[in-house]
Nanobody, 110 residues
């Protein structure tokens, strides 16, 4: 099983980024898939999840701004992030089952 995130970078406040997570060795469609983030000096926290049936959950801090989705045919997980704020700065990780990706850095700064 391997998870590889991409799409992070530097963006100005109010901007958008789309994170991607490529999966291999399993199917995202078969279980819950998650996005977590960890800011400097803080614990890793849940951002969003998507269930095998398509149900979703968002942390209050990102609700209405972030959208989690997946492409079953490509075995990809996504996180569309809009209206980004400086407090969204963190390393973002995808997770499924007991497996984690290596993370991708998101910096929101002017």
């Amino acid at each position: 099983v391997q998870l590889v995130e991409s799409g992070g970078g530097l963006v100005q406040p109010g901007g958008s980024l789309r994170l991607s997570c490529a999966g291999s060795g399993f199917a995202f469609s078969s279980d819950y898939a998650y996005w977590y983030r960890q800011a400097p000096g803080k614990e890793r926290g849940l951002v969003a999840w998507i269930g095998s049936g398509g149900g979703t959950y968002y942390a209050d801090s990102v609700k209405g701004r972030f959208t989690i989705s997946r492409d079953n045919a490509k075995n990809m997980l996504y996180l569309q992030m809009n209206s980004l704020k400086p407090e969204d700065t963190a390393v973002y990780y995808c997770k499924t089952l007991s497996y984690w990706g290596q993370g991708t850095q998101v910096n929101v700064s002017s």
